[in-house]
């Protein structure tokens, strides 16, 4: 007889058990199989440290399949929710209209990361993905249609709540969050918002809205959107206290702006409600992680790897491995997440993460394949468009990085991206190089401050880049503060390098050693600690660390690099 779960269904294979699907062919196994996935909470990385924000693994699987706590009726009447406005309560339009002012028709500028994805590559993976798009495109007709059901369904619902009771109508299936990958993200809120419109008191609704602000966030690079899924998900509370959607998007929320302590709460808070929530399960991975507590986070993958295995548990699990240094497993772990991945935005993701581990690794040429499978699935993906252009000049196709990071930075001046390209005109130093350098470099501030204001701790974006490119004060004060909230080898290596750069190399030295201490394979890590010895007189473990930085990346960043070399050659010539 096959284990069975809870629910009296067989289990779903897990991160190590899982047999990898035939490429190209849609996964028939685990709860999510053929289902599109969006990710409303990433494994929170740091752009500079570790790659894109990815931005982190798909999470937003609707969760109403998998096996639930008990709760309320859908159909009881419940307290009237009294955050809002009685008017607003029973339209919902205001609420709809302010939430939504913000949503921008990218599709005029939509090609722009097109533009910057031509090549041999990107078509060559376009070529031979056409049958499995085709396959895909038939499946999104039929979630069409079921939404287009679920929408009438819906309004019939509404119609029996028009008597003037307040009570909260939950019509998941019009809104189930896995619809959000299926398409175009600003056209799923569109309809959302017309749905809400529609149905102002199904806070199943309200909930998946506010989930897509935070996707939208994370996508388009713009922290603006946060209040907007703030005040979503507070809505769909209002309407139905404790709900475990509202909770979840709550907890991705708060690890979107790097609040890890609230959004490991909130997580907790809805696993108390549905212990079977995949987005609640993979936020408290990611806070976890966030935190430092890695021993913690490990457990808190396996727990979610038996509970909701499928390929937002599956990034997670690889990014736990790569943090302690195993990056077989971590590669073995992702390779099965792609050959599972089915809708464009997965396949983008987790491609997008394997192009991120090899470029960790030194190999540019498999990072470019991995970027580029990532971009035939969404030409506009911002992770794959960064790491494409970092592979480009790590391995010397510096005119096509640089074009291809203008480009990206026209549409999403992020810090990671302003800094490469920063950095690689300085490192091209032509006319005028210098001047441009320092333009982005000031726009890194910029968005700090507009992060600051939409909620966002920047602490540890604005300690790395001012350290190298900005005020040293200014890094060692948010290096600091960052410190004081979380230790995480990210954090420890920005405290370490602030202090370096403030010429406190004695104080820096032992969280360089804790930034090192996983085992966690980052030149960059390397290269700081390198540094820091070298300044301490600790001349043959500098060589050691220096010299290890450059064999595993040795195009890690276009002046690190260079610096890193320079460094050696001195150590090696006061031997």
């Known amino acids: 007889m096959s284990p069975r779960t809870n629910d009296g269904e067989p289990e779903p294979t897990r991160a190590f058990d899982r047999p990898a699907p035939t490429t190209g062919e849609p996964a028939t196994d685990g709860p999510d199989a053929g289902t599109p996935v969006t990710d409303p909470g990433h494994p929170v990385r740091p752009a500079r440290a570790t790659g894109p924000d990815a931005g982190e693994a798909s999470t937003g699987a609707t969760d109403q399949d998998a096996p ?38 990218d599709h005029e500028h939509g090609k722009a990361g097109g533009a910057a994805g031509g090549d041999d590559r990107v078509a060559a993976v376009r070529r031979a993905g056409a049958a499995g798009r085709r396959w895909r495109a038939a499946q999104l007709s039929a979630c069409a249609a079921m939404l287009a059901v679920a929408l009438t369904a819906g309004a019939v619902a509404l119609g029996a709540v028009r008597d003037g009771r307040n009570v909260p109508v939950a019509t998941a299936a019009a809104v189930a969050p896995g619809l959000l990958a299926s398409g175009d993200l600003d056209a799923s809120i569109t309809a959302l918002q017309a749905h809400l419109r529609a149905q102002p008191k199904d806070f199943g609704g309200w909930a998946t809205l506010g989930l897509a602000y935070v996707e939208q966030a994370r996508t ?34 708060a690890a979107a702006r790097h609040d890890f302590t609230h959004a490991l709460d909130l997580a907790d808070r809805a696993l108390e409600q549905n212990p079977y929530s995949e987005r609640a399960l993979c936020s408290r991975v990611d806070a976890l992680v966030e935190l430092g507590r890695y021993a913690d986070a490990e457990a808190a993958v396996r727990t979610a790897d038996e509970r909701r295995p499928g390929v937002p548990v599956f990034t997670r699990y690889a990014y736990v491995h790569e943090l302690r240094g195993d990056v077989a497993t971590a590669r073995r772990v992702l390779d099965r997440a792609l050959a599972a991945s089915t809708s464009p935005g997965d396949i983008a993701y987790v491609a997008s993460q394997l192009g991120q581990l090899a470029w960790n690794q030194g190999d540019y040429a498999s990072a470019l394949t991995h970027y580029a499978r990532a971009l035939a699935a969404d030409e506009n993906y911002l992770p794959a468009l960064e790491g494409r252009s970092r592979a480009q000049a790590a391995s010397g196709q510096r005119a096509e990085a640089i074009k291809g990071l203008e480009l990206i930075v026209a549409r999403y001046p992020l810090p990671g991206p302003l800094v490469e390209l920063g950095e690689l005109y300085e490192a091209r130093g032509a006319e005028g190089d210098r001047a441009k350098a320092e333009d982005q470099y000031s726009l890194v501030d910029a968005w700090t401050a507009i992060a600051r204001a939409n909620g966002v701790n920047a602490d540890l974006d604005t300690a790395l880049a001012a350290a190298d490119h900005g005020g040293r004060a200014t890094a060692l004060r948010a290096a600091r503060d960052d410190w004081s909230r979380r230790h ?23 969280y360089a050693r804790q930034a090192t201490a996983t085992g966690y394979r980052n030149a960059s890590f390397l290269y700081h600690r390198g540094m820091i010895e070298k300044a301490t007189g600790h001349a043959a473990d500098a060589r050691t660390h220096l010299a290890a930085a450059l064999k595993l990346n040795p195009g890690f960043s276009p002046l690190g690099a260079r610096e890193a070399r320079t460094a050696l050659e001195t150590l090696e010539a006061s031997k």
Do not use: C, I, M
């Open 488 to 510: 995480t080898v990210h954090t420890a290596d920005a405290l370490a390098w602030a202090l370096h750069v403030n010429g406190k190399d004695a104080e820096a030295l032992p």
């Open 68 to 105: 639930t706590a008990p709760k309320p009726d859908a159909t009881a009447p419940a307290p009237a929710p009294d955050t809002l406005p009685a008017s607003d309560t029973e339209t919902g339009t205001d609420a709809v209209a302010e939430s939504g002012d913000a949503v921008e028709d």
């Open 220 to 253: 388009k690079g713009d922290p603006s959107r946060y209040p907007q899924a703030e005040q979503a998900l507070g809505r769909s509370l209002a309407l139905r206290p404790d709900n475990d959607q509202a909770l979840a998007g709550r907890a991705a929320l």
